[in-house]
Each structure stands twice: as C-alpha cells, then as structure tokens.
C-alpha cells in the first residue's frame, strides 16, 4: 500500500473539525480555485477537486481516520483559504466562516501539531 492512502486517526476538537469544514466549504463559494491549483494541493485537477473536497468535508468527524493525502489536503485547502490574499478568503475570512483571526490561527496551529503527532501529512504531488 502506498503510504498516503494508509488511513491514520487523528482525534480532533470540535473547533479543529469546525475550521477543517470551513476551510474545504469556502472553496465552493467565496473562493474560486484553478486547475493549477487544485493540481498544487494534490488533487488531480479541477474535477478531482470538487469530488474529492466534498468527500472529505464528509468525512471529517471527531475520531475521523483518513488517508495521509486526505488529511493533508484538508490540512493545505484550510491554511491557503485562511491566509492567502492571492488564492484565498485572506481579510474576508471572518466575514464567510465566523472565526476571527487569532481564533482560526490558534486553532489552525493546534491541527498542525495533532496531524504532525500522528504522522498524518505526506508530501504533496509524490
């Protein structure tokens, strides 16, 4: 089996599934994504994206067990949502998911550590 589509539990908060569901949701409203992207964040393009988003949003749950790629790609669309002004919701943020900055940052970094203790995360487009 390849190792990004072992399943790996990840135990999460609710606030940790909240910003994961809000970082996947804006992508099929407030910000648009492109081929090129979706492609960077793993996905094998445009059509795989919206499928695959969806299907992860789905998925995601309190002890949620996903593949790697999964996790990683819900990990990758939430942070570039968050904080890219380029490809985005940047400053708009609050304004489509309700968490303030320092909320989503908080938040955002404690995900990074629980999918970092568990080895969660590979590399994208290997």
């Known amino acids: 089996m390849n190792p990004r589509d072992e399943l ?5 908060t609710e606030d940790g599934l ?4 809000a970082g996947l949701h804006v992508w099929g ?3 648009t994504c492109t081929q ?8 094998d393009g445009l059509d795989d994206f919206r499928a695959e988003r969806k299907r992860i ?8 067990s996903l593949s790697r790629i999964d996790w990683t790609r819900a990990l990758l669309c939430t942070e570039i949502a968050f904080t890219s002004y380029v490809a985005g919701a940047a400053w708009d943020w609050r ?3 309700g ?9 955002l970094r404690d995900l ?15």
């Open 8 to 12: 790996v539990p990840v135990e999460l």
């Open 18 to 21: 909240d910003l994961l569901r």
């Open 29 to 31: 409203g407030p910000v």
């Open 36 to 43: 090129e992207m979706a492609v960077a964040m793993g996905f």
């Open 57 to 64: 949003y789905g998925s995601l749950w309190p002890s949620a």
């Open 95 to 97: 304004i489509v998911t």
């Open 99 to 107: 968490f303030d900055d320092p909320e989503a940052l908080r938040i």
């Open 112 to 126: 990074q550590q629980r999918f970092s203790r568990a080895r969660a995360l590979v590399a994208i487009n290997t």
